[in-house]
């Protein structure tokens, strides 16, 4: 739905944050403005612009809890001034703000669009609509008006934090109405923009996938891999999650579908080795990958007898314990990787776990190596007197009554090392 900004409307953003655009001019937004009594009345008041807000609804999202002494001359002095304001920032003078029966009203003289109810029209279309070409453009479009959260700034106004869950709901809604819709018309381009979109207006909730299916449907496999390590990477940094099981079912399916022009062993093996790709150390690879490497080389190990163990290194504090949030997090994560990779050998695979921990597989070693090579990282992480130190913990690979490994905990911390033995 194409809307012209040039025209005497007033139109209303909402989604992703609030802003007021007038004949193509932004009349309010920004942080100092989210939080004044005159963008908390705006806000409410245009939401509800057809049904308009009773009085006391309307003191109370200005106001809460706070005590007044006289509310009903506070909440005049809130009006006046947002007139005053609203007719210095170039709209029509007329009196914006009308009172009926005790009931606020937004004049009909200056006609709103507000996003979030040019969204749910047509939701409401989309599901009422019969054919099914055009139902899929209504939900596609439904979408894309979906700019991101409701009011993004106002999560602690009640009002404003149940329409964002509604809204929410509603979007999900029309995006697998969409999604059914694509896939039955092999529309897999359009698959391709809406699963980018939707990754940008709902971080962090696995629409990711839609965009690897439709890459995946498109052949595009390499693009299909590449997003798939920048996700997992990004979860990794921003929340310290693992690839969702809805990835990991995308990714296998990659593997699966994946096909190639006939071609001579040779050629093929030197497309599958990574001898060539620049930089030492270990393997560095994404959490998939190291999962089918720990499970290779688990099968073969029930038929020779080297000796494979499993590290775990954590960041912690100078207190010892592991750190889970803080500015320094990703930095310290991020060296610890580099330590890593220039600590291990070429055989060894690593993978980032979550937020300040790294797995290695350790092939063909010995448990009095892995006490080395945890000297070997210290040595390569360790900085100058920094309080934060690496937590180790290893374990056997191969775990049978006759093999049952165990556990190893290795503390560092400013340098010291404390070893104990446990069982897992």
Not at 158 to 175: D, I, P, S
Not at 193 to 222: C, I, N
């Amino acid at each position: 739905m194409k809307i012209d900004k040039e025209k005497d409307i007033l139109y209303v953003k909402t989604f992703g944050g609030f802003s007021l655009t007038w004949k193509g001019k932004a009349l309010t937004g920004g942080a100092k403005s989210s939080e004044s009594q005159f963008t908390y009345l705006l806000e409410y008041l245009l939401h509800n612009y057809k049904t308009g807000v009773d009085r006391g609804s309307l003191e109370e999202v200005i106001f809460g809890d706070r005590e007044i002494s006289n509310v009903h001359h506070a909440m005049q002095s809130v009006i006046y001034n947002t007139k005053k304001k609203l007719r210095q920032m170039g709209l029509p003078d007329v009196n914006y703000i009308e009172l009926r029966k005790g009931t606020f009203y937004w004049t009909d003289r200056i006609p709103v669009c507000e996003d979030a109810a040019q969204f749910e029209k047509l939701c409401e279309a989309a599901k009422a609509e019969q054919d099914l070409d055009r139902k899929k453009d209504l939900f596609q479009e439904a979408c894309f008006c979906y700019g991101g959260e409701y009011l993004a700034r106002q999560s602690s106004q009640l009002w404003a934090a149940q329409e964002a869950r509604r809204y929410r709901e509603m979007f999900c809604t029309c995006m697998e109405g969409a999604l059914v819709l694509m896939r039955v018309s092999g529309d897999f381009l359009a698959m391709e923009e809406l699963g980018l979109h939707a990754s940008k207006v709902q971080p962090l909730s696995d629409w990711e996938v839609v965009t690897m299916e439709a890459l995946v449907s498109l052949r595009r496999y390499e693009d299909a891999r590449k997003l798939y390590e920048e996700t997992a990477d990004y979860y990794f940094r921003e929340e310290g999650l693992r690839p969702s099981k809805k990835l990991m079912e995308m990714l296998n399916r990659l593997g699966e579908q994946m096909s190639h022009h006939y071609a001579v062993l040779d050629e093929i093996q030197t497309k599958l080795s990574g001898a060539s790709e620049p930089g030492g150390g270990g393997y560095f690879c994404s959490y998939p990958v190291f999962q089918g490497v720990y499970r290779m080389v688990e099968r073969m190990m029930e038929r020779g007898g080297q000796s494979v163990y499993l590290m775990l290194c954590t960041v912690v504090d100078s207190k010892g314990n592991p750190m889970r949030e803080g500015n320094m997090l990703e930095e310290l994560s991020e060296r610890l990787g580099k330590a890593i990779q220039h600590s291990v050998r070429h055989s060894d695979a690593i993978t980032r776990y979550g937020k300040g921990q790294y797995l290695v597989l350790l092939v063909n070693t010995t448990r009095e190596n892995c006490g080395i090579i945890q000297r070997r990282i210290n040595y390569h992480f360790l900085v100058g007197r920094q309080r934060t130190g690496i937590q180790y913990f290893v374990n056997s690979v191969v775990c049978t009554p006759d093999h049952p490994g165990g556990t190893e905990k290795f503390w560092e911390d400013k340098g010291g090392m404390d070893t104990e033995s446990r069982e897992p």
